[in-house]
């Protein structure tokens, strides 16, 4: 897979053409019509409550938050090959990978609404926090392959970060070490064509952001990203290969960013609605959804009738996000050391006769 | 505790050699990595031997990043091991600022208790070594000021021991500063058993009645020193080692200038922001009426460290922090 679509010659690994009609059959993973349907529900699933959030935003009843609007084939295909017991250590784009691992929609909407309990995770196995401080968590990853390693466990490492993130330092140390350690870490990048404002070109001057993985001395591919089937594919191999012990893995993930960085983003400063209109021809649940169609797996009506559903478990969620308990004063100081210093202690005392005596005020 | 006393002379080196190789044996999740701590040991030999008696995969050379140093420890010490890293000096140490105040200090705050980061950050920091730029520099109240980190300061071989055995075992990041210019210079007995001392207690390394000096580090020497000027003027001091700045100890702080009534701090790091004003605060706050003078402060100044030629414009003499405690106690 590597040498064919070598990132030297700037190669672009797909599979399904922009109608969804199958050009690459060599690569087409072997799912059965179960799964792929499944892939689409789940995507057409992060899709539904990605655009209720961003009116939820409008409505001022949930602060900032980063759309996934476009990217969502990405996140679905690594969901649906990780496993439990496996890693997710995500930057803050990929909603239908946290899905996957078992978080909820109301976890993301406390998280968003202000509240550390979103992080929490209750039903998730091994899965860091979203990690703002851009790519310092993929040297996480390296770290927990590192571990995976060191105690011969049956694991894989998925690592998330964005275009803009692959200038950091922190993206090159981690495939460094990772490369230098071998160990089983899958480092996606979504390259949605924009940090923030600035575009892909302001960016790096390399024609691509898999070419990367060779200055490493490990693997990388550029794939299309909004190809369900690529993407599956791609991660399928990349899996099997880190299992084996054959190190770690770049993939790149190209694909368009279609609503703003966050809420507070106004993208019409910085891109033409020409571009727009373009990229909305590649739409990764359309294709998806062209080739459902064509096999009769899906129908138009069927999709109307499932989002009205999942609009409304998106609201249920939402609802018992914003009946949450308030945030308790002890919740701000209790988890910072195993046990509370002295000097904390006395903080949080301090404060709370503060706040006796204002009530005495009242 | 101390159990059986099987009693060796050893300097900080040794020391600390000592506690990793009790912890290495003890705990398998325990790791220690940096640049050259593997097969040389480290540019001090603080680790040296360790790899050869507990493996590459437990000691080991890393590649020279120090973001990527710490960066990786947290995920490790997410997934469940104890890393102890090594910034091969404090004044190298700010390429992994990010990783240890956005990450290894907040892990277990951002993940509600659900993941913690239980990683020794050890850096040796401190100058009077005739280094190059960068080696010399005294910079521990950055990482006071850091919630979520403890920073540990020892000033001799029992309490590096002792001190590296709970940075190790404790569940919490330790920033572990280690005063280079006195790793070999003082030697004394310390057990070969397993011994914790806990982070967070200072150590009343002497008592008197005339004035509270409180150092930590490299500086406990000096006033040591300083001592013997001061009981020639017939001064009688009561010598605190705070041996950790966070979580410090306010008590034992309080406790002695309720009873002295004049303090001074001695730190080599620059003046302003430092441990010494927060050592006058705690002061002001918890034994005001007690005070016969104002709390003193002997210091860095406000400047770089100098190159070596002129360092002991920098450096704190003996002399100097006499120098203060007259000044105070004639106040």
Known sequence: MFKEYDPIEDKMFNIIDDKGVVVNKKWMPKLSDEQIVKAYKDMLFARTADLQIVSYQRQGRIYTYPPNYGQEAIAGAVGAIMRDEDWLVPAFREMGAYLAKGVTLKEIFLYFMGYEDGSLFKGAKNILPMSVPIASQYLHAAGIGYEIKYNKKDQVVYAFVGDGGTSEGDFHEALNFAGVWNVPVVFIVQNNQYGISTPFKVQTASKNIAIKSVAYGIEGIKVDGNDYFAMYAAVENVTKLAKEGKGPFLIEAVTYRKGAHTTSDDPTKYRTKEEEEDWDKKDPLDRLRAFLIAKKLWTVKEEEKLVSQYKKEVDRQFEEAENYPAYPLDDAFQFLYEEMPDDLKKQKFEHEKFLQWKETRK | ?331
């Not at chain 2, 397993?194 to 150590?203: L, M, Q, T, V």
């Not at chain 2, 306010?250 to 701090?265: F, H, L, P, Y």
């Not at chain 2, 002997?298 to 006499?322: A, C, N, Q, R």
């Open chain 2, 1 to 331: 505790m101390e159990g059986d006393k099987k009693m060796k002379i050893m300097n900080m080196v040794n020391a600390l050699n000592d506690a990793f190789d009790i912890e290495l044996k003890d705990d398998k999740n325990v790791v220690i990595y940096g640049e050259d701590v593997g097969v040389e040991g480290g540019v001090f030999r603080v680790t040296e031997g360790l790899q050869k008696k507990y493996g590459k995969e437990r000691v080991f050379d890393s590649p020279l990043a120090e973001s990527a140093i710490v960066g990786t420890a947290v995920g490790m010490a997410a997934a469940g091991l104890r890393p102890v890293v090594e910034m091969q000096f404090s004044g190298f140490a700010y390429p992994a600022f990010n990783q240890i105040i956005s990450h290894a200090a907040r892990m277990r705050n951002r993940s509600r208790g659900r993941y913690q980061t239980p990683i020794v950050i050890r850096m040796p920091y401190g100058g009077g070594i005739n280094a190059l730029e960068h080696h010399s520099e005294s910079m521990e109240a950055i990482y006071g000021h850091m919630p979520g980190v403890k920073v540990v300061i020892p000033s001799t071989p029992h309490d590096a021991k002792g001190l590296m055995i709970s940075a190790i075992e404790s569940n919490d990041t330790v920033i572990f500063m280690e005063p280079k210019r006195i790793y070999r210079a003082i030697k004394q007995e310390v057990s070969e058993d397993k011994f914790s001392i806990p982070i967070g207690k200072a150590n009343v390394i002497s008592s008197g009645t005339d004035i509270t000096v409180v150092a930590y580090g490299s500086m406990v020497r000096e006033v040591q020193k300083a001592m013997v000027l001061a009981k020639e003027a017939g001064i009688s001091v009561e010598l605190i080692d705070l041996r950790s700045i966070y979580p410090i100890d306010r008590d034992t702080i309080a406790a002695s200038v309720k009873k002295t009534g004049r303090i001074v701090t001695v730190t080599e790091s620059p003046k302003s922001f430092g441990v010494a004003s927060e050592i006058t605060q705690i002061v002001n706050e918890e034994a005001f009426l007690n005070l016969e003078a104002p709390p003193a402060r002997v210091t860095g100044f406000d400047t770089i460290v100098p190159l070596p030629k002129g360092e002991h414009h920098y450096l704190i003499s003996p002399e100097k922090i006499f120098y203060e405690i007259e000044k105070t106690v004639k106040y």
